[in-house]
């Protein structure tokens, strides 16, 4: 019942993620609300990132990629859109995948994350609330901000 009921909730969360990238573009990608945020793109490479770092500790998943944004500062990187979406898609997919493989009682096993000790259903609350934060920066970033030059 928990894996079933978590799916359904990462379900929801993917589409909410997919609507406001559905809008991302060469206009848009470059967009910053003031010269110190990070830009449009580089926030949403930073959420496939961070899907896929979470996807590594929490499910063991084998990830493959040289992070571009896990703590670091956006200083005008040009980011391509087809980047941004194909490490996107591949980290909702293996989360996704990865799901379905768990039994109920796994939900609740106590793992070591780089915050301390998480249950992986806390770990996924926390990651579903990350890209929550800056699914809100990038819908205010394309629709208020423009291009800076750094």
């Given at each position: 019942?928990?894996?079933?009921?978590?799916?359904?909730?990462?379900?929801?969360?993917?589409?909410?993620?997919?609507?406001?990238?559905?809008?991302?573009?060469?206009?848009?990608?470059?967009?910053?609300?003031?010269?110190?945020?990070?830009?449009?793109?580089?926030?949403?490479l930073?959420?496939?990132e961070?899907?896929?770092?979470?996807?590594?500790?929490?499910?063991?998943?084998p990830?493959?990629?040289?992070?571009?944004t896990?703590?670091?500062?956006?200083?005008?990187?040009?980011?391509?859109?087809n980047?941004?979406?194909?490490?996107?898609?591949?980290?909702?997919?293996?989360?996704?995948?990865?799901?379905?493989?768990l039994?109920?009682?796994?939900?609740?096993?106590?793992?070591?994350?780089?915050?301390?000790?998480?249950?992986?259903?806390?770990?996924?609350?926390?990651?579903?609330?990350?890209?929550?934060?800056?699914?809100?920066?990038i819908?205010?970033?394309m629709k208020k901000?423009?291009?800076?030059?750094?």
């Open positions: 019942m928990k894996t079933e009921l978590l799916t359904q909730l990462w379900s929801q969360h993917q589409q909410i993620i997919q609507a406001a990238l559905s809008k991302l573009n060469d206009e848009n990608r470059k967009n910053r609300l003031i010269a110190e945020t990070a830009s449009v793109g580089f926030i949403a930073h959420m496939a961070t899907m896929l770092f979470f996807s590594a500790f929490l499910f063991k998943s990830v493959d990629f040289r992070p571009l896990l703590r670091m500062t956006d200083e005008g990187h040009d980011i391509e859109l980047r941004i979406n194909t490490l996107m898609q591949q980290a909702m997919a293996i989360l996704t995948d990865a799901f379905s493989g039994i109920d009682e796994q939900w609740n096993e106590v793992l070591q994350s780089p915050f301390g000790e998480l249950t992986r259903q806390q770990a996924l609350v926390r990651l579903m609330h990350h890209n929550s934060h800056h699914i809100g920066q819908v205010q970033a901000g423009k291009e800076f030059v750094l």
